[in-house]
């Protein structure tokens, strides 16, 4: 069955923390480029700016890795976090705040994303009687207590 590309984009941004990727993406291009604006919107040049590449770089390849490796995400989600708070001391405010917001969303997004688990046949909830109650609870079944009690 050939699905068509805007199905195979849904699948494919379903199927790993791509929201939280992409705001860590967007943070780190952020942090990275204010250092390369002009001298007026800039509030520190020269050697202070190479923190903030840095940090740019190493936030774009972590929502990269959360894209391209989903199963790493936990610890992308973390780095991103720390990066981007370390980012509001060591670098402009953390792109006037607007970088460190968004790299901490991300790496939040990114660290409590869980992939989507289909639905086994097996596990399928049974389908309700229409003649029971929604109060009604379930009989009771045996169990056994581990110091001999019986119920």
Request: proline fraction near 10%; charged fraction near 10%.
């Amino acid at each position: 069955m050939l699905l068509s590309r805007r199905q195979r984009w849904r699948r494919w941004r379903r199927s790993r923390p791509f929201w939280g990727g992409l705001f860590a993406i967007l943070a780190g291009a952020w942090i990275c480029v204010l250092p390369l604006a002009p001298l007026k919107v800039m509030l520190q040049q020269g050697v202070a700016g190479i923190p903030s590449v840095l940090m740019g770089i190493v936030m774009v390849v972590l929502g990269l890795t959360a894209w391209f490796s989903p199963s790493q995400r936990a610890l992308a989600g973390v780095l991103t976090t720390l990066i981007a708070t370390a980012a509001l001391v060591l670098s402009n405010l953390g792109g006037f705040l607007i970088g460190t917001l968004l790299g901490i969303l991300g790496g939040g997004l990114m660290f409590a994303w869980q992939p989507y688990a289909a639905q086994r046949a097996g596990d399928a909830a049974p389908a309700a009687d229409p003649a029971t109650p929604r109060d009604a609870s379930p009989p009771p079944t045996p169990h056994s207590d581990p110091q001999g009690a019986q119920p």
